[in-house]
């Protein structure tokens, strides 16, 4: 397994090898993110993710099947469901942070700009530094707030202008004004939701294109999640999001689109699967499958 | 009644350790009287004309040691990486257990592997590396039979392996799971979460391990003994002939020349027991200075 290997320049070059800094484009014109005008909130934008048919397993068992969904450039996109239904398998997938799981493979495709997520060429190194994660709970390193930001743009060679990158970095996070006095001090001494905000802060201090958060609020008091809420509808405009999110308030308050997956049953099996995708309005207002409206009215799961 | 039973323990324990101190200082008293605290710097060692300094033993074994852990720390630790984050499962299942095993042979076959095997392949290596390295006067004229300290390094190196690879293992496998899928979510490789993450992280455990190897290596008497040469003498090169303090004991013991001769063996006792404890204080402290104690503790 030579995964690792970042230098890999192909002829069609799956993703752009070694270590470019990808520059983050400036936002799009300010269209609001809800339907306007009876126009869906990604008929004028870029697919970031095409995924086709994915399914995933854990050795013999299917966590995940059948799912077919694009993921649009400057949204959010929420993914809801039942616990146990796939949604962290999914998320995790899509910057294969799973490859590590002794038995997971997926089937079907995952493509991100083009570009074959799992294909021989890519390199999963390359794919994490453009697609990354925050997770459920929050996994500050055992180092100075500092160091936790400016650790990932080091390795990656971004040193120049390195104080004000992890500054950026904080202020974008809602973070700088409580920690700005005390940068050289441990990361394990803050508050939870100021933990996970270092997180989001260290995330986006490399400049990724995407953005995935596994319920990044879950672990949170409500005033944390609300800073955290908040902090969506300010990133989407540098990053494309994806949030998994097991409250449904928090999907419809910060999400574009919204998908649902359930669990599914054939015989035995029980696996999750995609059962509707759309705007988050019509997914919380107008779901046309049954399933989707008895979840989002809290009929279940 | 499990709480008296545990607190015996500890009593005896520490009964046991002070009688050890009591035996050797009241059995060394004439070599101690005679020799005082000019005994640790003094190299000489001649039985027959009363004469015994404990310097050159203190030498040999301080040198010996810090070869074995020049060569075993480094590739110790690189076997815990190995084992713990990039073995694949069959592979740590089976290496794990039997590096672990290695620490199980007892010293008196590490003695005669050192002998047969190790003697002989140092004698062969020992001109290859002066012509190479023979500016540095660790590297000095070879000698002809392999008997040296290097060879004394490397069986040391080969016992304290085991304890350095499988505590490090121990303590790599510790580091909570988020914390490297954190670093990878940056787009960090393999080798930039051991070296941001999990070496830091860990770096007082693994510290602390290697001094329990040291501490190790500081006492072994039998293993050494067959390939060191028991020469008391003072040399800068490895490739020299030299001897330690529990070497020296285990060599001579049974044969005294004098009651004094038996005496300065049990002064270099003594000095010993103060080393090892020196040594695992030393140990305490890193760990402790970190709070992996407990770790530490669990796993040794
Ligand atoms: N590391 C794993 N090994 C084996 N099975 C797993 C692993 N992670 C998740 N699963 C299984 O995959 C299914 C989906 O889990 P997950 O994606 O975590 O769901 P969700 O995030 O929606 O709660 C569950 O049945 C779970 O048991
Ligand atoms: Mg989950």
């Known amino acids: ?301 | 009644m499990l709480f008296g039973l545990c607190a015996v323990a500890g009593v005896i324990v520490v009964l046991t350790l002070v009688d050890v101190v009591y035996q050797l200082a009241s059995n060394g008293s004439e070599a101690i009287n005679r020799f005082g605290l000019g005994f640790l710097i003094h190299t000489a060692w001649k039985p027959g004309f009363n004469t015994e300094g404990a310097g050159a033993l203190i030498y040999g074994t301080a040198f010996s040691s810090l070869i074995a852990l020049v060569l075993a720390a480094p590739l110790g630790i690189a076997i815990g990486l190995y084992l713990s984050m990039m073995a694949p499962r069959r592979v740590r299942a089976v290496v794990g257990p039997l590096v672990e095993m290695l620490a199980a042979v007892p010293s008196i076959i590490y003695g005669f592997w050192g002998l047969v095997v190790l003697v002989p392949f140092v004698d062969h290596l020992e001109p290859g590396l002066h012509s190479a390295l023979g500016f540095i006067p660790l590297f000095g004229q070879p000698t002809t039979t392999g008997i040296s300290l290097l060879s004394a390094g490397i069986v040391l190196a080969v016992m304290v392996l085991p304890i350095i690879s499988a505590l490090s293992r121990d303590l790599f496998l510790t580091v909570p799971r988020e914390l490297k899928e954190g670093a990878e979510a940056l787009g960090a490789t393999r080798w930039e979460v051991i070296r941001g993450i999990v070496l830091p992280s860990t770096a007082s455990g693994v510290g602390a391990a290697v001094v329990l190897g040291l501490g190790r290596a500081l006492g072994e008497a039998i293993a050494v003994s067959f390939v060191i040469g028991d020469v008391s003498a003072i040399h800068g090169s490895v490739f020299q002939p030299a001897s330690t303090a529990a070497e020296r004991i285990a060599n001579q013991f049974q044969g005294p020349v004098n009651a004094l001769h038996l005496s300065a063996m049990f002064y270099v006792g003594l000095v010993l027991v103060a080393i090892g404890m020196l040594t695992s204080i030393a140990a305490r402290m890193i760990a402790g200075r970190f709070d992996v104690q407990r770790t530490i503790g669990t796993i040794y």
């Open chain 1, 1 to 301: 397994m030579s995964v690792e290997d970042r230098t890999a320049g192909a002829p069609d070059a799956p993703l752009p090898a070694g270590r470019v800094r990808i520059r983050t484009e400036p936002s799009l014109p300010a269209i609001t993110a809800q339907a306007v005008n009876g126009r869906s909130a990604h008929e004028t934008r870029e697919a970031v993710f095409d995924i086709r048919d994915l399914a995933a397993y854990y050795g013999a068992n299917c966590a995940l099947a059948g799912t077919t969904l694009r993921i649009y450039r400057n949204l959010v996109t929420a993914v809801i469901g039942p616990s146990g239904c796939g949604k962290s398998t999914f998320i995790r997938s899509l910057n294969r942070m799973n490859d590590a799981i002794p038995g997971f493979r997926v089937t079907g495709q995952i493509q991100y700009h083009g570009h074959d997520v799992y294909g021989s060429r890519a390199n999963r190194v390359e794919v994490r530094r453009r697609i990354g994660m925050v997770f459920q709970k929050p996994n500050p390193f055992p180092k100075s707030i500092f160091d936790n930001v400016a650790w990932a743009p080091r390795n990656l060679g971004m040193k120049r202008r390195l104080a004000d990158r992890v500054e950026q970095a904080l202020i974008q996070a809602a973070l700088w004004d409580e920690v700005k006095d005390r940068l050289h001090d441990s990361a394990l001494g803050l508050s939870g939701g100021q933990q996970q905000r270092l997180c989001i802060a260290r995330a986006i201090a490399v400049e990724p294109d995407v953005l995935l958060l596994d319920e990044p609020a879950s672990a949170l008091d409500p005033v944390s999640t609300a800073s955290i809420e908040d902090l969506m509808h300010n990133l989407k405009h540098r990053f494309t999001i994806v949030i998994v999110t097991h409250n449904m308030q928090q999907a419809a308050r910060v999400a574009d689109r919204t998908a649902f997956f359930s669990l599914d049953t054939a015989g035995p099996e029980r696996f999750g699967t995609l059962v509707e995708y759309g705007d988050t309005e019509t997914i919380f207002r107008g779901a046309s499958d049954s399933r989707t409206r008895d979840y989002v009215a809290g009929r279940f799961g």
